[in-house]
T-cell receptor, first 117, second 116 residues
Framework: DTEVTQTPKHLVMGMTNKKSLKCEQHMGHRAMYWYKQKAKKPPELMFVYSYEKLSINESVPSRFSPECPNSSLLNLHLHALQPEDSALYLC????????????????FGPGTRLTVL | AQKVTQAQTEISVVEKEDVTLDCVYETRDTTYYLFWYKQPPSGELVFLIRRNSFDEQNEISGRYSWNFQKSTSSFNFTITASQVVDSAVYFCALSEGNTGFQKLVFGTGTRLLVSP
């Protein structure tokens, strides 16, 4: 079962609002990712958590705040966003530790379509 | 530096036609992995295949087939007898190394439109 779930599916927020995106996986994966995807563009990596620790932050503005409460959950807290932050936010997970000679495939959730007014 | 090029921005075909999506990559590593993902209008990225740099065997899965050629740094994807449900954006991606989590480098994607 390769399922990653994300809530909500759609979110509309004002620039002064605080909201959170949620991601969950039950595949026993130890790496979780947040991507941002603008229309007609490929996904852009934002953050990577490995074993519940932030391992990569791709110079993302502080108005985006990730959190990994446990190995199955990943949140993205949003505050004081700008209209240009409107995008599809994708969560992914992967096994992380793999035997030598194999690789780590990322499985994606359905995404949250965010609109900032 | 790693780079993935998908030169075809958009392809339109009629149902039952065969279609090939091109992917050319650049990397300095000898160990790397190539992926194809499908993104239908709903938005989810669906994993289709991965291939490691040491395995140049072509792969077939139903109507899908992949042609990996290290000599030309290409990993092309062919859909045989296309169907309307194949309409989506297809991304080719590259990662390096073979342990731990991976950073994916995506191509810009090819939008495939299959009309009845």
């Amino acid at each position: 079962d390769t399922e990653v779930t994300q809530t909500p599916k759609h979110l509309v927020m004002g620039m002064t609002n605080k909201k959170s995106l949620k991601c969950e996986q039950h595949m026993g994966h130890r790496a979780m990712y947040w991507y941002k995807q603008k229309a007609k563009k490929p996904p852009e990596l934002m953050f990577v958590y490995s074993y519940e620790k932030l391992s990569i932050n791709e110079s993302v503005p502080s108005r985006f705040s990730p959190e990994c409460p446990n190995s199955s959950l990943l949140n993205l807290h949003l505050h004081a966003l700008q209209p240009e932050d409107s995008a599809l936010y994708l969560c992914a997970s992967s096994q992380d530790f793999t035997p030598a000679g194999t690789t780590d495939t990322q499985y994606f959730g359905p995404g949250t379509r965010l609109t900032v007014l | 530096a790693q780079k993935v090029t998908q030169a075809q921005t958009e392809i339109s075909v009629v149902e039952k036609e065969d279609v090939t999506l091109d992917c050319v990559y650049e990397t300095r590593d000898t160990t790397y992995y190539l992926f194809w993902y499908k993104q239908p209008p709903s938005g989810e990225l669906v994993f289709l295949i991965r291939r490691n740099s040491f395995d140049e065997q072509n792969e077939i899965s139903g109507r899908y087939s992949w042609n990996f050629q290290k000599s030309t740094s290409s990993f092309n994807f062919t859909i045989t007898a296309s169907q309307v449900v194949d309409s989506a954006v297809y991304f080719c991606a590259l990662s390096e190394g073979n342990t731990g989590f991976q950073k994916l480098v995506f191509g810009t994607g090819t939008r495939l439109l299959v009309s009845p």
